[in-house]
């Protein structure tokens, strides 16, 4: 007399033998493991690192905005020319506007701002100072770290820049 688990025994067996088969290639190739996340620089916690950075930053009435590595926001002025770049504020004007510049022999660290689209020019004192689109940068020095705007759209057509050069706010 047969056992009448002889064939769910042997189809068991095939169907594993298949799976084991199956499983040796041919099959989809196995995902790459993903990139590892790389952390900001702690500029924004508060730590300025003495070299300069421009960092592209959400900010709600403004929409994206670029900062330096303090988390101060960054200006523009209308009474400057983005080609060629030129600074028209100099004496009194730079103790409220303050001009970001560039170390010698330094490079500004960036987060999500286009290389492309960074530049400097030589003030008439003979430091230099980093643009952004064409246009110099500068930060006010009443405005608080944390995104406050305290010259946006202030005397003299002041305006929050975006990574791009343009004035923020501006949709």
Known sequence: MRSPFRIPAAAAAGVLTA????????GAPAE??????????????GHDSGLPELWAVQSGPLGVVTTDGAGRLLYRSDADSATPPTSNCTG????TWKPVLLPEGQEPALLGVDRSKVGQLTRPDGTVQLTLGGWPLYYNATDEPGLTTAGHHGENGWSVITPTGEKAGQN
């Open 92 to 95: 009194p004007c730079t103790e």
């Open 19 to 26: 799976l084991l088969v199956s499983g040796c290639g041919g």
């Open 32 to 45: 790459p493991a993903p990139e590892p996340v790389v952390a900001a620089p702690a500029g924004h916690s």
